[in-house]
């Protein structure tokens, strides 16, 4: 699942979903062939949000987790966000040039917006079985 993913022709197929008092839309895709994704959510934080100013304390914050059977990617199209993962929950701010982020199964990990941002961030949740 590693490579680039941004948008192919992937329209939406749920959503947008507010959720958080409107400081989080996903939304669902369907996500192209290619991407052998069995999920495909295109998710955006909303920096002016008061509650997207909280940063590692967001509510809807994943807890730290890890999935058995699936790799999870991650990509930042616009903004910046953090990113906390691995068994010794290293965590590092991700941005567009980073470029697609895998989480392979076994992988502890956690995301959530950075208060310091200046636009709204948006970024790909990409799911596949192994």
């Given at each position: ?9 992937e ?8 959720l958080?008092?409107?400081?989080l ?9 290619s991407?052998?994704a069995?999920?495909?959510?295109r ?20 807890p730290?987790?890890?999935h ?52 709204d ?6 799911g596949?079985?192994?």
């Open positions: 699942m590693a490579g680039n993913l941004r948008a192919l022709n329209p939406v197929i749920s959503g947008p979903f507010t958080n008092g409107g400081s839309i996903l939304e669902f895709l369907q996500p192209h062939r991407r052998n069995t999920v495909l959510i998710a955006t934080f909303k920096h002016e949000h008061p509650l997207c100013k909280n940063g590692a304390d967001y509510p809807q914050r994943p730290l987790h890890l058995f059977n699936q790799s999870e990617s991650f990509e930042v199209l616009q903004g910046k966000m953090a990113f906390v993962k691995g068994y010794s929950v290293t965590k590092k701010v991700y941005t567009p040039e980073d470029g697609p982020l895998e989480i392979k199964p076994w992988v502890p990990h956690s995301f959530y917006p950075l208060e310091e941002s200046t636009e961030t948006i970024f790909f949740v990409v596949a079985s192994r």
